[in-house]
């Protein structure tokens, strides 16, 4: 029996969401990185938290196929770890909500048939 490629982010909106996060995400840690480059010590809360976050969404996100849990628990330690230290921002907190609320609901899809 072949195992079905599910994916978190099956839909369009969904993926949108996973890429808006994972960008800024990206860019507030560039964005850390250019500003402390003179006193480099918060970088080892910023960068691991930053950008850990946006891989963590991309590898749940777009990397795990066929393990719908791993996929999901990958996302959602994401945006955890990515809100820290982008609760400032008050759009990030909306979006990674929006973006746990929308994994939790993702169901895997049944085939209709199981032709031989």
């Known amino acids: 029996m072949n195992v079905p490629e599910v994916l978190v982010f099956s839909t369009r909106i969904d993926r949108v969401l996973a890429l808006s996060a994972?960008?800024?995400l990206t860019i507030l840690g560039l964005g850390e990185l250019i500003a402390r480059l003179d006193d480099p010590t918060p970088l080892f809360f910023w960068l691991p938290t930053l950008w850990g976050?946006?891989?963590?969404?991309?590898a749940g996100g777009?990397?795990?196929?066929g393990n719908l849990r791993l996929a999901k628990t990958l996302?959602?330690?994401?945006?955890?770890?990515?809100?820290?230290p982008s609760v400032w921002t008050l759009v990030m907190p909306v979006l990674l909500i929006t973006l746990v609320i929308r994994t939790v609901r993702t169901r895997?899809?049944?085939?209709?048939?199981?032709?031989?």
């Open 22 to 24: 994972v960008s800024v």
């Open 53 to 58: 976050g946006a891989a963590l969404i991309l």
């Open 62 to 65: 777009f990397l795990v196929k």
């Open 75 to 84: 996302v959602i330690l994401g945006c955890a770890v990515g809100w820290t």
């Open 108 to 116: 895997p899809k049944e085939p209709l048939l199981n032709l031989p």
